[in-house]
């Protein structure tokens, strides 16, 4: 516990910018001497539980030399004076072992209240400067909880897949706002290939989390929703070797953003709202949770899924949830014999997705907000049902469009999909169509591979392919990769890539991609993709791209010929990497790592769209020998390297 307590100060201090310093005197080594019985206590926790039904507990005392009999005076501290504590605590001839036994009145003490207690050995001939003469620990009848039953426990940090187990879940007799799981880890980690409890101190016995209500205050703020949930942090057993070193113990733990070890820009009610109860049952008890986790290895950093939806999820025992799943992809654009238009898309639904209503809007308008408008009554939408559906687009509109699908049970909102898509309407398109060129990713196909025999992670080769690609009329040096990633998901057996993929390159020779999403979504959030100058040109946002360009000429991708390439960097450990992967928002792997990432315009010279169209066979022939990839075989970065990097890379990206 000092140790876990020293670290947090430590990564504390280094959130608030301040500088720890040591003392420097000098000083000469004597060795300790020791003399008589050489008596200590031995090791008590921090926290000593009692029990209702008993009305002492013990506290063992230990000696090193054991040839006669002796007392050891014993004094003690209790502020509460609840304790019975002796005096002085014996030795028989011969042992080395001997009992402080305390008495206590269990009628009198009340649960979850802990006195503090110290006991000390006042005889100082007969104590060892090896062992503690001293102890301080509280004693206290905890809560009673009581079993109900098996929960589904899944958290999507350990297994990305959803993948569930079944853990005991159990609620606290007094207080029945509070529950706990029973070792949730244990059998996550031996899934994963560990042992549980064998690595480190092992994850930790329970994870209590506790239902919140509207007027409690909560890490200095004060709740507005009934509906939210705080947790007590709590160490995954995860743990990674190459951060066990100084103030670092590598284990990662799980905290919620109210702790006191965040900032206090944290401590907001809207930090919290991904820790709630996503669903209740009848009697108006909990059937999900969802929680948000901070992942943090004190002293060192870690991954902040605290504003991730359903990171860790908790099915209450015999709750089933209902189904309001929705998934739609533009399919295009039509006009009937009356002159309407309507965007077309296709549209999957969950079992228990009834009322479902589909809107076109301006393409920057929050998706969210139309929901909310829809469910209001405030904003009239179209009924659709699952299959292909059509909805209007209004007379006025074009440009940059979206149709926003919400499901509803009632008035409350279920789930909200969107699906962009751009139409003039005879106006002028701002985008001309240049031809077909090939794109070469290096971004998600690499992040996916086997494992071969002796378990290491073969990659997928990069892929390379042909493309429709647009530049914008407005300005010259944009291009635009239409349904980058359409092609590709195909090979895993998926749907989706129907996204475009701006490329700036105004500069010939400062050429960057911004962070966008590309259509790709496997079921763990949609992937997104950003080169390393992109990532140069957000972090110094307020200058113009051209500035910083200038600064950092070396970090950007250049257009010549006809062909858009991107830099290598590398990493402090050797890493090379051309951009970064994102998932669902969050910072995932390097983009980029075997250096292939590239983009060949239409009319680009004969030489390059020859090399282009030879790379685009390599990796036709390369599938039919192995067949396209399928999600049964298919496996991601192996965890332990994705972690390592992806710590690395979140400080690289400060």
């Known amino acids: 516990m000092n140790k876990t307590i020293k670290n947090t100060f430590i990564a504390l201090a280094a959130i608030l910018g301040l500088t720890l310093t040591a003392c420097t005197d000098k000083y000469e080594y004597q060795a300790a001497t020791a003399s008589g019985q050489q008596v200590y206590f031995d090791n008590v926790a921090s926290k000593v539980s009692l029990s209702k039904d008993a009305t002492t507990f013990n506290v063992q005392v230990l000696r090193i ?127 994963g290939g560990y042992t549980a409890g064998s690595v480190n101190k092992g994850p930790s016995e329970y994870l209590t989390f506790q239902l919140r209500h509207a007027g409690e205050e909560v890490g200095g703020a004060i709740l507005t929703r009934n509906n939210l949930v705080t947790f007590e942090p709590f160490r995954t057993g995860y743990y990674i070797s190459s951060y066990d070193s100084g103030d670092a113990d590598g284990e990662v733990w799980g905290f919620h953003v109210s702790d006191e070890m965040f900032h206090a820009s944290w401590h907001v009610e809207g930090a919290y709202l991904k820790n709630y109860v996503a669903a209740y049952q009848e009697d108006g008890t909990p059937g999900q949770i969802n929680l948000a986790p901070w992942y943090y290895i004190p002293g060192v950093g870690g991954w902040n899924h605290s504003q991730d939806d359903k990171q860790i999820e908790i099915l209450f025992p015999g709750f089933t949830p209902a189904d309001y799943s929705a998934e739609i992809v533009y399919s295009g654009i039509f006009t009937d014999v009356a002159g309407s238009v309507f965007a077309v898309a296709n549209l999957t639904l969950g079992a228990d997705a009834e009322t479902v209503k589909a809107v076109v809007v301006d393409g920057s308008a929050d998706a969210a907000a139309v929901a909310d408008a829809i469910a209001a009554g405030e904003l009239e939408a179209t009924d659709v049902a699952a299959g292909s559906i059509q909805v209007p687009i209004p007379e006025d509109m074009a440009g940059k469009l979206q149709v926003v699908v919400v499901v509803l049970d009632g008035e409350n909102v279920k789930t909200v ?155 402090q450990d050797g890493t090379e990497f051309q951009g970064y992967l994102y998932r669902g928002g969050q910072l995932l792997y390097y983009g980029g790592t075997t250096l292939a990432s590239k983009v060949v315009l239409p009319g680009a010279a004969p030489a390059e769209v020859a090399k282009a169209k030879r790379a685009a066979a390599a990796s036709d022939f390369a599938r039919r020998l192995r067949g396209n990839f399928h999600q049964s075989k298919q496996v991601e970065v192996k965890k332990e390297m994705m972690k390592k990097y992806l710590l690395h890379a979140m400080t690289l990206k400060k």
């Open 65 to 191: 030399a054991a040839d006669e009999a002796i007392t050891i005076a014993l004094t003690s501290t209790d502020e509460s004076g609840i304790f019975t504590i002796p005096s002085s605590v014996s030795f028989a001839a011969g042992e080395k072992t001997a009992t402080v036994t305390i008495g206590y009145n269990p009628d009198v003490l009340e649960y979850d209240d802990f006195k503090p207690i110290t006991l000390t050995l006042a005889d100082a001939d007969n104590t060892t400067p090896y062992g503690d003469a001293q102890i301080s620990f509280a004693a206290g009848i905890p809560s009673p909880f009581v079993t109900i039953g098996k929960a589904k426990f899944m958290d999507s940090f350990m297994f990305d897949d959803e993948t569930y187990f079944d853990v005991v879940l159990q609620q606290n007799e007094i207080d029945p706002d509070i529950y706990r799981l029973v070792n949730p880890y244990d059998e996550i980690l031996v899934e």
């Open 417 to 571: 999909v969107a699906a962009k898509f751009e139409y003039y309407g005879g106006g002028n398109n701002p985008w001309q169509s240049l031809g077909i060129g090939y794109y070469t990713d290096d971004y998600i196909v690499s992040y996916y591979g086997e494992e071969d025999e002796n378990g290491n992670f073969i990659p997928y080769e990069p892929e390379t392919y042909q493309v429709e690609i647009e530049e914008s009329t407005e300005t010259p040096g944009i291009y635009r990769i239409k349904n980058a990633y359409a092609p590709l998901v195909v090979l895993f057996g998926e749907t989706g890539g129907e996204k475009d993929i701006t490329i700036h390159a105004e500069d010939p020779a400062g050429v960057y991609i911004l962070n966008q999403e590309t259509g790709v979504d496997f079921g763990k959030g949609e992937f997104s993709i950003e080169s390393y100058g992109g990532y140069l040109i957000q972090k110094y946002s307020s200058y113009e791209p051209a500035v910083v360009i200038a600064n950092f000429p070396t970090r950007f991708g250049t257009l010549e010929s006809g062909v858009i390439t991107f830099p290598t960097v590398a990493t």
